[in-house]
DNA sequence: CGACTATCCTTGCGGTCGCAACCTTCTTCT
DNA sequence: AGAAGAAGGTTGCGACCGCAAGGATAGTCG
């Protein structure tokens, strides 16, 4: 086999990211807990909010938020609850559940996003560089085509 | 106030490093599976392997584990009935509780370090360059520093 | 048309984790 | 010394999620 063991700049990199990961999602996951908010359910407002006609089928929306069937269905029912979502038949495929962000979602998701960019500022990208910051997109692209490559 | 929104290029850097983590933390946990650890159980196991006497105080371990104090507690339970980590009391302070990494558990971890370290190299360094590999650690470790410093 | 398979979603179950409450032990302050 | 407070760890409870199974609908092929 190759090397079995990181190399030095490959550990630190390595060490350094999933520390960050581990850190930076909890402290985000608290800066949205004043809105009632999961960082998941963040995820599930954004994605509607940008879809065409604010709804995504559930298992479009369980792939892109790389989440199980079910995972989805208990996530949606918390978000359901609260009126931020709604569930939708789909008379031409009877199979199909649509996820539709209400109004009262879309002002849920106005109202936290301010937070939620300077959220990401103060705990991603403060300190960075430009250049830092345009690289960080081109690894991550990179990483992201990869991984959805690998089979798994 | 500043910004209401992301940059394009802070958009295309947060975007790809938030599904690169979601895609490649469960892709990880998968390939782990077959040792019977989760990733938390692996990293239970590199830092007891690295610590003093291959034992660490369970409030350090929660630390640095970013992890809650019951969370600990309970992941140690799956950890300790395996027999991969022992339970031990600290005479001089009564109070505290060791979690000691056994020579089970260092042999489990040597069992599994190969093939993890194939699987970061898979699942992330793939098709970077020794620079932008170099690039990553700085601003990680930017990133560290500065959530660290942030009062959560 | 009719059976077979694939797709989509939901439910039961088990595993993991955080929060709050609790107990024990150490430290501090008078 | 004695009381108040801090620190370390565990337990009850609820929330979230994945896996496997199930039920309904759509597509396919003889």
Same mark, same amino acid.
């Given at each position: 086999m190759a ?10 990199a390595?060490? &350094?990211?999933?520390?960050s ?9 608290s800066?949205?807990? !004043?809105f009632?908010?999961?960082?998941? @359910?963040?995820e599930?407002l954004?994605?509607?909010s940008e879809?065409e ?6 298992? @479009? ?6 989440l199980? !069937?079910s ?5 949606? @029912?918390?978000?359901v ?9 789909n008379p ?8 539709a962000l209400?109004s009262?979602?879309h ?6 996003? !301010? ?5 990401v ?9 430009? @250049?830092?910051?345009q690289?960080?997109? &081109? ?14």
């Open positions: 090397t079995t063991w990181l190399s030095a700049s490959e550990m630190r390595w060490r &350094n990211f999933i520390e990961v581990n850190i930076m999602t909890a402290a985000m996951e800066d949205l807990q !004043p009632g908010l999961t960082f998941g @359910d963040y599930v954004v994605r509607l879809a006609d604010l709804r995504m089928r559930m298992c @479009d929306l369980a792939n892109v938020l790389q199980s !069937p995972g989805l269905t208990r996530r949606l @029912d918390g978000l609850s609260t009126g931020l979502v709604e569930r939708v038949a031409s495929d009877r199979r199909v559940m649509f996820a209400t009262k979602g002002a849920k998701l106005a109202e936290a996003a !301010p937070d939620h960019v300077a959220s500022r103060k705990r991603f990208f403060k300190g960075l560089t430009r @250049d830092q910051i690289e960080l997109g &081109n690894v991550f692209e990179t990483v992201r085509t990869n991984l959805s490559a690998c089979p798994r």
